[in-house]
Nanobody, 114 residues
């Protein structure tokens, strides 16, 4: 199982980024997936999750209305569209596979700063 995040970077407040999570080594369409983040000195927290078909999504209250999780099962890839970014969104963002065995990607840094 391999999960590789990309798309992070430095963005000004109010800006946007789209993160990607490329999956391999398992049947992607069979698993729910999620995005998590960890800011310096804080615990890792759930940002958003999506069902295996993409038909069900849920978001942390702190990102509702600003972030959108999606997936393309034909490309074995999950996305996180992040709009109206604020400095509090600064963190390392990780993707995670659901199911009995837990797998994490290596993370991608998102920094929101002017």
């Amino acid at each position: 199982v391999r999960l590789v995040e990309s798309g992070g970077g430095l963005v000004q407040p109010g800006g946007s980024l789209r993160l990607s999570c490329a999956a391999s080594g398992f049947t992607f369409k069979n698993y729910g997936m999620s995005w998590h983040r960890q800011a310096p000195g804080k615990e890792r927290e759930l940002v958003a999750l999506i069902s295996s078909t993409g038909g069900t999504t849920n978001y942390a209250d702190s990102v509702k209305g600003r972030f959108t999780i999606s997936r393309d099962n034909a490309k074995n890839t999950m996305y996180l569209q992040m709009n109206s970014l604020i400095p509090e969104d600064t963190a390392v963002y990780y993707c995670k596979r659901g199911g009995g065995s837990v797998y994490w990607g290596q993370g991608t840094q998102v920094t929101v700063s002017s």
